[in-house]
Structures are given as structure tokens and as C-alpha cells.
């Protein structure tokens, strides 16, 4: 509708043209200016006005080729800034939008590629959550395995940098409610023993409370009384330690621990 | 001067300053912004007690000549389209300077609410770019002028929840990464339509504690620098959740205040940066929230003088430190 009455005179094509041609011109202001709300808009804008085309038996063909076209102008500002929440929303938009966009499984992949050359890129771990979520729903991942591919990757990167707080607000999501009582266990296993290597992380401590808390309050009668009470010691003498090496932030750990206190 | 205390009357001469100089580039470059800056700077004025540095009538008058009559909002500039940010700036200002009888209530009520999406969020204006920052200026601005009976409350809690991350935060739009500056919009949205059941508000207390690094100053994700606007979107959001013993203060303060320029006054993002009013009132606001001495209580869901807000019957159950004597 705009379209139309932008370009009265325009033929189909060359409205097709001048919006490439702008799309095109505009990359290079991007790159200078990667955080400017309107030139991203102006991008949307641009794309939701392409013209039906080049035939009526190809009515997406311009649409099509020039929404790829962005998907590539989006890798390159994610190549530059990996963080750029910009790209990132424009990037998940154009996927939505498109007429038939890259299947689902090639997002996880790109994700993976980017949390693979860059662990702490919290942005990447975050979409991968978005795309993983779509696949379990639509049944093309099984969310049982494909959890524990995940919890694969997140160990790498828990023992590349066990301070990079990226990876554990995903090892989070990962175990989520915390249902699975043996999954709960192994993590906790396995956090013990990174922390056993790394005496002094404060990302191993904060887990571990958070997932033996987890087992306390919602998986007593499986676990049985003894281990619930050293769990509960172990929490406290965490909570602890936590106090002393993480002062700003010693109320919140306080809190935990009268919280548990009191429930015990 | 020292940067060890808050240099208020610098501040204070700092933000008259800025309205005088129209020759300045800056002033064309920020035209877009210009009733937000209004808003930012008188707030930042109302913190520090001197509500009255800036003309209220000439201010009044500034903000009326943005009113468009035929759409019903206020544009940032005279001849700017109408928009939700400067109609939210200047329905506050309007509201600080009790001339809220300048407007015309039954317009502008239906131009905002015109704007609301089928998913529930709002644009920005009639282009139609969308985010939380909109749909918080939206609640606001209706809270303000009473007319918050008129806005669907389900349709539009109900994009928030879409917003909401496993993080506990929220973003600009759907599928968006957790960012605090929308994680403020969207706490401060739901406190006012009394809807902070939605937030899972252990998680989303502890992501933003976690926003402090060791310099005191806070970022708006993980693994990213601080900032001094930065520490105003989690202070008023743990303020509203009512944890702000949950951030160490101590070495916040004295970040803040390092990023004052003490020749010129105003306030930076970050010590050795340059100083605009944006960054001034988040850090003298964010201060205020912390207790700061001889500051004034600032509404952390409404970011307008508490006293003002609660004398409309708007308070909500928010929490700041204690203010301090010295
Ligand atoms: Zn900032």
C-alpha cells in the first residue's frame, strides 16, 4: 500500500529495484552505525514492501532472493558484533517472516557455530533456547536426547571458563525444573568435581546450591532423609563461602540461608 | 572539583545550560530526543531539589507546541510526527508541573491506545516499530492521566509473558535476549497494572544482581561493560521487587560518581566519557534510590518525584534504601 503510493508510477521491477538498491546502499551506513534503531527499521520496512514478482507463477522469486540476501547482511553484523542485539532481533524476525526460510535445524547449527567460537556469547546461547524450544515442539528433535547433546556442549564450556556466567544461566535452563532426580544427581557430580579443580568458583558454588536445593524441596522422599540433610549442610556451608568471596551480592546468600534455616 | 561527592549545583547549572545554546549541532542532532531530554532534565532537577532551575511556563509552553491536534499526541519537536516517547515525556512533565488541564485527555487517551497491537505490545507511532519501551510508555502515560480502565490489561500483560526469558528478564519483542533497560519497562509495567505475579521474581532478582562487576558499575547482559544508565534499570527493577540489599551500594556510589564531570557538570556513561543528560538523571536518580544524601525520593515504577506520584494515589509496593543524613 505504501508501495504504491511512494512509487505512483513505478512499475513492479523497478520499485523491486530501488528498494534493493536502498537495501544495498544502506548496508554501508549499517556497518558505521550497527546500533541505530531506524536504519534497522528502515530495513524492515524496505523488505516488507518488496513487490509480488518477477511472474505470477514466482509471486515471492524478488521477496525470496532479497530476504536471503539479509540473512547474509546479518551473519556479516554478527561477524562484527556477536552481541548486537539489533541483529540478533532482526535476525529472528527475518526468520519468521520469510516465505521459506532456512529449516530450523540450520539455526541450531549456526547457534552451535557461534557458541563454539565464542563460549561466552550469552546472545547465541539464548537463541539456541528459542530454536531448541520450536524443534522439541514440532517434534523434529527429541528433547530428551538432544537435552543431553546439550549438556555435553555446556560441560565443555563450564571447564574452558568456569567464571563465564553465560554457560551456567543456560546449564540452568538445561535442567529447568529439575524432575530428572538422576540427571539432577550427575550434574551435581560433575559440578563437584570442576570444583574440586577450581576451588574458589563461585558459578560451581552457586549451582551446586540451586540444584541440591532442588532435589531437597522437591525430591525428599526420593532421595531419603540422610541424604537430605547433607544436602541441606552442604548448602549452608556453600552459602557460606559464597558470602565471603561474593560480598556485593552477601544479602541474596543470606537470604537463601535463612530460607533454608527455616525450613529445615 | 572532587568526584567524591555529587557535585548538585554543577548538575543543576549543567542541565539550564543545555536548553540555552541552540546553535550548539548537538541540539539538531538530538531534535528527535528533545522531550524525552525535557523530561530527563527536569527529573534529574527534581532529584536534587531545584524542580524550579528550569522556567515552568516556558517549559509548559515548549511542551504544548509539540502537541499535535489533528493525531492527538506530542511529537519530540514542533514539527515532528507525533510519537509514544514524547508523549509519555510530556504528559510527565505536564503532570510535575500539575498542568495536566492543558490537555486534552479524551485525544491523546485515544491516540495511545490506537497504537496497541493485536498481540498486545504497542508501536512507537504509525510507522509501527515495536517494543516494550512502548508498551511501557503506553501503561504509564494512561496510569498518569487515569485513564488506565480503558486499556485491555489481559491483551497486554499477555505480550509481557511473551517477552519473559528462562533468565527470569525480558526483552524488547518477542524471542529477544534479556536486556535490563526492558527488564525496567516490563517490572515497571506490571507493578503498575498490579500484575508482578507474572515475574518469577527470584530469578529475575538474582540476573540482575549479577549485573554488577567488580568496579561497582552494573551492565545490561552478561559479559558486557558497565554503564552508568545501566545502573538506574536495575535498581528500579530490584527497588520494585522490593531487593536492593541484594547489589552492594558502597561501591556503585562511588562508580557513579566517577563518570561526573566535575568542570562542567552532568554525568557520563562511564568515568573519562562525555556527559549528556540522559546519563545525568539515571545516575542522580539511580543515587536517590540508593539513599543518597540530600536527594529527593524518585518513583522507581513512574521514574517522576515520589511524593508527587503517591500524592495521585499511583504508589505501588517498591522499596529503596533508606536516605542517609551524610
Ligand atoms: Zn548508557
Redesign the interface.
Known amino acids: 500500500m505504501f508501495t504504491t503510493s511512494l512509487f505512483p508510477q513505478s512499475s513492479p521491477s523497478k520499485v523491486n529495484e530501488y528498494l534493493s538498491d536502498d537495501l544495498s546502499l544502506t548496508f554501508g551506513l549499517l556497518r558505521e552505525h550497527p546500533k541505530v534503531y531506524w536504519i534497522w527499521n528502515h530495513r524492515r520496512w524496505c523488505l516488507e514492501n518488496i513487490p509480488d514478482g518477477p511472474s505470477e507463477e514466482d509471486i515471492d522469486g524478488w521477496r525470496n532472493a532479497t530476504w536471503k540476501k539479509e540473512l547474509f547482511v546479518v551473519e556479516k553484523m554478527l561477524e562484527a558484533d556477536a552481541r548486537n542485539f539489533h541483529a540478533w532481533n532482526y535476525r529472528r524476525y527475518i526468520l519468521a517472516t520469510m516465505t521459506s526460510p532456512p529449516p530450523p535445524k540450520s539455526e541450531l547449527a549456526y547457534t552451535t557455530r557461534k557458541i563454539e567460537s565464542n563460549f561466552s556469547n550469552f546472545s547465541a546461547w539464548h537463541q539456541r533456547s528459542k530454536v531448541l524450544l520450536t524443534l522439541w515442539e514440532s517434534g523434529e528433535l527429541d528433547r530428551a536426547k538432544s537435552i543431553e547433546e546439550d549438556f555435553e556442549l555446556v560441560r565443555n564450556a563450564m571447564y574452558t571458563d568456569p567464571d563465564d556466567q553465560s554457560v551456567w544461566i543456560y546449564h540452568a535452563w538445561l535442567i529447568g525444573e529439575g524432575n530428572d532426580v538422576p540427571r539432577l544427581q550427575f550434574e551435581i557430580t560433575s559440578i563437584q568435581e570442576l570444583l574440586d579443580e577450581q576451588p574458589d568458583s563461585k558459578w560451581c558454588m552457586e549451582s551446586l546450591v540451586r540444584y541440591k536445593r532442588l532435589l531437597v524441596t522437591k525430591h525428599a522422599a526420593t532421595v531419603g532423609n540422610e541424604a537430605v540433610r547433607s544436602l541441606v549442610d552442604g548448602c549452608l556451608e556453600l552459602l557460606e563461602k559464597l558470602r565471603a568471596i561474593d560480598p556485593p551480592r552477601r544479602r541474596r546468600y543470606e537470604e537463601i540461608a535463612e530460607g533454608i534455616k527455616s525450613s529445615r | 572539583m572532587s568526584a567524591s561527592q555529587l557535585l548538585i549545583p554543577l548538575h543543576v547549572q549543567y542541565i539550564k545550560s543545555l536548553g540555552e545554546n541552540k546553535d550548539d549541532l548537538v541540539y539538531h542532532l538530538t531534535a528527535h530526543l528533545r522531550m524525552n531530554a525535557v523530561y530527563w532534565g527536569l527529573t534529574a532537577l527534581c532529584a536534587m531539589g531545584h524542580k524550579d532551575a528550569l522556567d515552568r511556563d516556558e517549559m509548559i509552553e515548549y511542551v504544548m507546541s509539540c502537541w499535535d491536534e489533528e493525531a492527538g499526541g506530542f511529537g519530540a519537536h514542533p514539527d515532528h510526527d507525533p510519537h509514544l516517547l514524547p508523549t509519555l515525556s510530556a504528559i510527565q512533565i505536564l503532570t510535575i508541573h500539575d498542568s495536566q488541564d492543558k490537555l486534552n485527555i479524551p485525544k491523546v487517551t485515544k491516540f495511545i491506545l490506537s497504537l496497541q497491537q493485536p498481540s498486545g505490545v504497542f508501536a512507537g507511532d504509525q ?1 509501527g ?1 515495536i517494543d516494550t519501551r512502548f508498551l511501557y510508555s503506553a501503561v504509564n502515560a494512561l496510569s498518569l492521566i487515569g485513564q488506565l480502565h480503558l486499556l485491555d490489561v489481559e491483551k497486554t500483560v499477555g505480550y509481557i509473558k511473551k517477552c519473559k ?3 527470569g528478564g525480558f ?3 518477542a ?5 535490563a533497560a526492558q527488564v525496567w519497562v516490563c517490572t515497571a509495567a506490571l507493578a503498575i497494572l498490579d500484575r508482578l505475579d507474572v515475574i518469577d521474581q527470584d530469578t529475575l ?3 540482575l ?2 549485573r ?1 562487576l567488580p568496579n561497582g558499575g552494573f551492565n545490561g ?4 561493560l558497565e554503564d552508568v544508565c545501566y545502573s538506574y534499570w536495575v535498581l528500579s527493577s530490584l527497588s520494585i521487587l522490593r ?1 536492593l ?4 551500594s558502597e ?1 556503585l556510589i562511588p562508580f557513579v560518581l566517577s563518570a561526573q564531570d566535575t568542570e562542567n557538570g552532568g554525568i557520563a556513561d562511564r568515568p573519562g566519557d562525555l556527559a549528556d543528560v540522559f546519563h545525568t538523571v539515571f545516575g542522580i536518580v539511580g543515587l536517590s534510590l540508593l539513599g543518597y544524601p540530600g536527594l529527593v525520593d524518585i518513583d522507581p515504577v513512574y521514574c517522576m518525584p515520589a511524593d508527587l506520584v503517591a500524592s495521585k494515589g499511583l504508589r505501588k509496593d517498591w522499596e529503596a534504601l533508606p536516605r542517609r543524613n551524610s
Open positions: 510507522w516499530e526469558n528462562f533468565d526483552g524488547a519483542v524471542g529477544a535476549e534479556s536486556h532478582a538474582w540476573w544482581a549479577e554488577q547482559r552478561p559479559q558486557k531487593k540489599s541484594w547489589i552492594d561501591k
